[in-house]
């Protein structure tokens, strides 16, 4: 069980679509946002979890990824990765407060978080793709589809998160959250056309079509879950056929 005075730092503007189009707005909400939160925590003596990202690591090429891996990011133009920058300068606050003013920080990185009621109104790419099969549409993948990607169920992440926060041997620590099953994008349209049972066909389309300028994509981000599986022994317990299942059931409710 969650310790009574826990706080979950959770909100961030987020989404490639709303980085692009606010940038200004998007950085100074994850960053002043974040700082407040963090303030406050060590102000009141709560013990913190803070939502960080798997964009972090930006389009380092070592995969799979651990928590001690570099950052590798794009040139300041290339403006999706405002958002990498910024859950960094968060990660960097929460740091610096633990180490000067004790404060009872974990961070957790998320690799593509995936669970019922998600919607793709933020360019998620697992419910954006079940929408369109449920309803026998065209599924539109952007760039070529061998982009790859691991997924986690929610269920899933709301467990290593909880236990990490009862857990004191985390404090000060970053952690990957992450599922299982590395798959390619266009494996991942095909699987959801096969379990949906559908008649959607598959369409593929430019990022330049796809996004405003700004974007850059990264060919694969896979997580290293290493660390907290040794530290709490978590482990994901969803497949992604699992995870497409419940989606599913959801949106057709």
Same mark, same amino acid.
């Given at each position: 069980?969650?310790?009574?005075?826990?706080?979950?730092?959770?909100?961030?503007?987020?989404?490639?679509?709303?980085?692009?189009?606010?940038?200004?707005?998007?950085?100074?909400?994850?960053?002043?946002?974040?700082?407040?939160?963090?303030?406050?925590?060590?102000?009141?003596?709560?013990?913190?979890?803070?939502?960080?990202?798997?964009?972090?690591?930006?389009?380092?090429? =070592? !995969?799979?990824?651990?928590?001690?891996?570099? @950052?590798?990011?794009? $040139?300041?133009?290339?403006?999706?990765?405002? *958002?990498? &920058?910024?859950?960094?300068?968060?990660?960097?606050?929460?740091?610096?407060?633990?180490?000067?003013?004790?404060?009872?920080?974990?961070?957790?990185?998320?690799?593509?978080?995936?669970?019922?009621?998600?919607?793709?109104?933020?360019?998620?790419?697992?419910?954006?793709?079940?929408?369109?099969?449920?309803?026998?549409?065209?599924?539109?993948?952007?760039?070529?589809?061998?982009?790859?990607?691991?997924?986690?169920?929610?269920?899933?992440?709301?467990?290593?998160?909880?236990?990490?926060?009862?857990?004191?041997?985390?404090?000060?620590?970053?952690?990957?959250?992450?599922?299982?099953?590395?798959?390619?994008? =266009? !494996?991942?349209?095909?699987?959801?056309?096969? @379990?949906?049972?559908? $008649?959607?066909?598959?369409?593929?389309?430019? *990022?330049? &079509?796809?996004?405003?300028?700004?974007?850059?994509?990264?060919?694969?981000?896979?997580?290293?879950?290493?660390?907290?599986?040794?530290?709490?022994?978590?482990?994901?317990?969803?497949?992604?056929?699992?995870?497409?299942?419940?989606?599913?059931?959801?949106?057709?409710?």
């Amino acid at each position: 069980m969650a310790p009574a005075d826990l706080v979950l730092h959770m909100a961030a503007a987020l989404g490639v679509n709303t980085i692009l189009e606010n940038p200004i707005e998007s950085v100074s909400t994850n960053f002043t946002g974040s700082e407040v939160v963090l303030t406050a925590a060590t102000k009141l003596n709560k013990r913190i979890i803070i939502a960080s990202t798997s964009e972090i690591y930006g389009k380092n090429p =070592k !995969q799979p990824l651990s928590e001690t891996d570099d @950052r590798v990011v794009g $040139t300041p133009q290339k403006i999706r990765w405002t *958002y990498s &920058d910024a859950k960094a300068l968060e990660e960097a606050i929460a740091h610096a407060l633990f180490l000067t003013k004790q404060l009872k920080v974990t961070t957790v990185r998320l690799f593509n978080t995936v669970g019922p009621r998600q919607t793709g109104r933020y360019g998620m790419v697992v419910p954006r793709f079940i929408q369109s099969a449920i309803k026998n549409e065209q599924i539109t993948i952007y760039g070529d589809g061998t982009q790859s990607r691991v997924f986690c169920h929610v269920q899933d992440a709301v467990k290593a998160i909880l236990t990490l926060a009862a857990t004191d041997s985390a404090i000060g620590e970053v952690y990957n959250i992450g599922g299982i099953g590395e798959t390619t994008i =266009k !494996q991942l349209a095909e699987k959801i056309i096969e @379990r949906t049972k559908s $008649t959607s066909t598959i369409t593929f389309t430019s *990022y330049e &079509d796809a996004y405003p300028a700004g974007y850059e994509d990264m060919q694969r981000r896979v997580p290293d879950t290493t660390k907290i599986k040794n530290s709490i022994g978590w482990s994901p317990a969803n497949t992604l056929d699992n995870i497409i299942d419940d989606v599913a059931v959801e949106m057709k409710k």
